[in-house]
T-cell receptor, first 116, second 110 residues
Framework: GAGVSQSPSNKVTEKGKDVELRCDPISGHTALYWYRQSLGQGLEFLIYFQGNSAPDKSGLPSDRFSAERTGGSVSTLTIQRTQQEDSAVYLC??????????????FGPGTRLTVL | QKEVEQNSGPLSVPEGAIASLNCTYSDRGSQSFFWYRQYSGKSPELIMFIYSNGDKEDGRFTAQLNKASQYVSLLIRDSQPSDSATYLCAVFSGNTPLVFGKGTRLSVIA
C-alpha cells in the first residue's frame, strides 16, 4: 500500500472539542497539502508543506486551525474548539514537490468530520 | 487572485456519446493543467495532465489545451455510465499549489 493514508476515516465530535487529523504521505513525497470539501462543494485549499515548512497558510479559515509536519513525513491538522461549520471531508494530498509543471498531487481517502 | 472556472453541470450525455468538459483559467502564466475525477463520496483521482498546446490522448480521454484562449478541455469518447462523476480541473502556475476549479458533474445516461 504505497498511497496516501489518512486517519481516522470518520470522526464525530461535539461542538467545542479539539480534533486531530493525520495524514501519511506517499514515501519520497516532499510536498503535502490539506484541503477541505463540504458536501457538494469544490476543494478548499487549507495549507501546504514543502518539507517541514509551510510556505502557504493562506487557506486556513481561522486561528482555530493549525497544522504541523515533522520529519518531512506525517502531518497533523488540528482544529480547536470545533464548530458545526467545520463539518466536512478533510483531504490530504502529497507530491514529489518538484518545481516542474508536472508535479502531480495524489489524494488520500479523506477524513469525514462531523461536529454535533 | 488566480481563478479556475468550470460549469457546475450537471452535464448529461447518452451512453456512447462524447462528453466535453471545459475549464478556463485567469493566470496567463499558468504552466500545466490537470484533470481529476471524483466519484461521489470518494477522493479525487488523476486522469491526466497536459502542458503543451494541442491535444493529448490517453485511451478514451483527450485533453486539449489552448493557452492563447486560456482554456483546457477534457473529451471522453464512448462515454460509459461508469464515467458519471465530478471532473475537477486544476492549474499549476509555478511556486504555488494547484488551483482547483469547483468541478463539473457528468451524468452518462444508459
Amino acid at each position: 500500500g504505497a498511497g496516501v493514508s489518512q486517519s481516522p476515516s470518520n470522526k464525530v465530535t461535539e461542538k467545542g472539542k479539539d480534533v486531530e487529523l493525520r495524514c501519511d504521505p506517499i514515501s519520497g513525497h516532499t510536498a503535502l497539502y490539506w484541503y477541505r470539501q463540504s458536501l457538494g462543494q469544490g476543494l478548499e485549499f487549507l495549507i501546504y508543506f514543502q518539507g517541514n515548512s509551510a510556505p502557504d497558510k493562506s487557506g486556513l479559515p481561522s486561528d482555530r486551525f493549525s497544522a504541523e509536519r515533522t520529519g518531512g513525513s506525517v502531518s497533523t491538522l488540528t482544529i480547536q474548539r470545533t464548530q458545526q461549520e467545520d463539518s466536512a471531508v478533510y483531504l490530504c494530498a502529497s507530491s514529489f514537490g518538484s518545481s516542474g509543471g508536472t508535479d502531480t498531487q495524489y489524494f488520500g481517502p479523506g477524513t469525514r468530520l462531523t461536529v454535533l | 487572485q488566480k481563478e479556475v472556472e468550470q460549469n457546475s453541470g450537471p452535464l448529461s450525455v447518452p451512453e456512447g456519446a462524447i462528453a466535453s468538459l471545459n475549464c478556463t483559467y485567469s493566470d496567463r502564466g499558468s504552466q500545466s493543467f490537470f484533470w481529476y475525477r471524483q466519484y461521489s463520496g470518494k477522493s479525487p483521482e488523476l486522469i491526466m495532465f497536459i502542458y503543451s498546446n494541442g491535444d493529448k490522448e490517453d485511451g478514451r480521454f483527450t485533453a486539449q489545451l489552448n493557452k492563447a484562449s486560456q482554456y483546457v478541455s477534457l473529451l471522453i469518447r464512448d462515454s460509459q455510465p461508469s464515467d458519471s462523476a465530478t471532473y475537477l480541473c486544476a492549474v499549476f502556475s509555478g511556486n504555488t499549489p494547484l488551483v482547483f476549479g469547483k468541478g463539473t458533474r457528468l451524468s452518462v445516461i444508459a
